[in-house]
């Protein structure tokens, strides 16, 4: 399954970049590889939200769980949506 990404963009002073730059290769990281692996040291401990499923998402599992008889089991979804 592959992962989905977004980019960033952020604007530093020339001399902010340099010290990033400096650090990123100490470590052997690109400047993108090394803030990065920041953002993830600091989001690290923070919890990923929960949302209350709608009314509709919990009909329609409730109907799934139902007709499991019918559900097909999909080892490479790749190939698999290419048969359809």
């Given at each position: ?15 902010l970049q ?37 009314d509709g ?26 048969n359809l």
């Open positions: 399954m592959q992962t989905q990404n977004t980019q960033l963009r952020v604007t530093l002073p020339v001399q340099a010290y990033l730059q400096t650090k990123a290769s100490k470590f052997g990281l690109s400047l993108s590889a090394y803030v990065k692996n920041l953002i993830i040291n600091d989001v690290q401990d923070v919890d990923y939200p929960i949302f209350q499923a709608s998402v919990e009909k329609s599992y409730k109907k799934a769980i139902k007709d499991r008889s019918k559900a097909v089991e999909v080892n490479d979804i790749d190939q698999y949506f290419s």
